[in-house]
């Protein structure tokens, strides 16, 4: 997620205000390691999400209305499914239902595929996501703009309090790309330009 120092997520609905091409560098770097990627509906309907430039990289849209645009080219691409529960309505799509009534996202983690699950926010899947203890590090870019509207930060529900480690930092076009990793697993700090 990108946020600014006065903790905006977006301006007027939209994250794409706060960032530029070194952001967008950084979330197909990101995006290179990863093996699935998720976002919450609220994100893909406000963000137009459409179907990811790396072959092969599906993303998973988190619903529990199941109210998307299905000829969307996100989902018309085939690279589009649907992350959901067991009794929500049917799709037209490919879909991984887990828990009755709310998301099972461990559940649905043991069905997706191997490797690192890149998730995109927004903020109620961010919470979901920390209030079933399942983030292992945090990958957040420091927007050099303030917005100074109260709107929502990185994550919304009221969870737990969380500590993770300063993994890594780097610096690009004003941008700072800051990793955090759970603290047990934190390794040594690298500060890189
Ligand atoms: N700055 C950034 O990097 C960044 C990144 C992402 C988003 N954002 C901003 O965040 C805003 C959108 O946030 P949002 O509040 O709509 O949050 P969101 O988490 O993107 O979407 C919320 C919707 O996703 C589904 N969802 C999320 N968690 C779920 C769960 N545990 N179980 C079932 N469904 C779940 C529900 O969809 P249904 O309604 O379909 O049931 C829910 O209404 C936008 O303004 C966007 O710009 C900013």
């Given at each position: 997620?990108?946020?600014?120092?006065?903790?905006?997520?977006?301006?007027?609905?939209?994250?794409?205000?706060?960032?530029?091409p070194a952001d967008q560098a950084r979330l197909l770097h990101l995006r290179a390691s990863a093996s699935v990627v998720l976002v919450g509906a609220g994100t893909a309907r406000l963000e137009n999400y459409?179907?990811?430039?790396?072959?092969?990289?599906?993303?998973?849209?988190?619903?529990?209305?199941?109210?998307?645009?299905?000829?969307?080219?996100?989902?018309?691409?085939?690279?589009?499914?649907?992350?959901?529960?067991?009794?929500?309505?049917?799709?037209?799509?490919?879909?991984?239902?887990?828990?009755?009534?709310?998301?099972?996202?461990?559940?649905?983690?043991?069905?997706?595929?191997?490797?690192?699950?890149?998730?995109?926010?927004?903020?109620?899947?961010?919470?979901?996501?920390?209030?079933?203890?399942?983030?292992?590090?945090?990958?957040?870019?420091?927007?050099?703009?303030?917005?100074?509207?109260?709107?929502?930060?990185?994550?919304?529900?009221?969870?737990?309090?969380?500590?993770?480690?300063?993994?890594?930092?780097?610096?690009?076009?004003?941008?700072?790309?800051?990793?955090?990793?759970?603290?047990?697993?934190?390794?040594?700090?690298?500060?890189?330009?």
């Amino acid at each position: 997620m990108i946020t600014t120092p006065d903790g905006a997520i977006d301006v007027q609905g939209r994250s794409r205000p706060l960032g530029g091409p070194a952001d967008q560098a950084r979330l197909l770097h990101l995006r290179a390691s990863a093996s699935v990627v998720l976002v919450g509906a609220g994100t893909a309907r406000l963000e137009n999400y459409g179907p990811p430039s790396a072959p092969g990289l599906r993303i998973g849209v988190v619903t529990a209305s199941c109210a998307l645009n299905f000829e969307s080219p996100l989902f018309a691409s085939g690279a589009g499914f649907v992350v959901t529960t067991t009794d929500a309505p049917q799709v037209p799509v490919d879909s991984i239902r887990a828990g009755v009534g709310t998301v099972d996202f461990a559940s649905v983690i043991q069905q997706l595929p191997a490797g690192i699950v890149h998730v995109e926010g927004g903020p109620q899947l961010n919470a979901a996501l920390l209030d079933a203890d399942l983030v292992d590090a945090l990958n957040i870019t420091l927007s050099p703009k303030l917005v100074g509207a109260r709107g929502p930060s990185l994550s919304l529900a009221p969870h737990a309090l969380r500590r993770f480690a300063l993994s890594s930092i780097e610096q690009r076009d004003n941008f700072a790309f800051v990793r955090y990793v759970r603290s047990t697993t934190a390794s040594a700090t690298q500060v890189r330009d």
